[in-house]
């Protein structure tokens, strides 16, 4: 496929539309006019391979991102892969490995991920 047929696949009003989660801080921060982050880089980089304007779509939180996806809003959009996502997106491969923990007291009972996923125990 040659860069102009991908650029009129991903893009085909001609201007790429990027669905940026500002939720997220460690991959965008900023405000809806500047945003800023390696989800805003990464989008500029494709934009500029494929020689298109880019236009950012931004919200405050993933779900949003993803409706704006689906609904045709926008063209592309950073998520976590999730198995009921797969059946409306296409998933690249990742191109970031976010590791989380749960932070508690030292002596707390929660140690582990077993002690917190169990009945009756709720996080927030």
């Not at 939720?23 to 298109?52: S, Y």
Request: charged letters at 25%; one cysteine or more.
């Amino acid at each position: 496929m040659t860069t102009d047929a991908i650029a009129k696949d991903l893009a085909p009003e001609g201007v790429l539309r990027v669905s940026i989660n500002l939720g997220n801080p460690v991959l965008a921060q900023g405000t809806p006019d500047a945003p800023a982050g390696v989800t805003v880089d990464i989008a500029r980089e494709v934009a500029a391979r494929l020689d298109l304007p880019v236009e950012f779509l931004c919200f405050d939180a993933a779900r949003k991102s993803f409706e704006a996806m689906t609904s045709g809003q926008a063209d592309i959009c950073f998520l976590a892969i999730e198995p009921a996502r797969e059946a409306q997106v296409a998933f690249t491969a990742p191109y970031v490995v976010i590791e989380g923990v749960y932070a508690v007291p030292t002596d707390s009972e929660l140690a582990t991920v077993a002690d917190v996923d169990r009945e009756g125990v709720r996080i927030g």
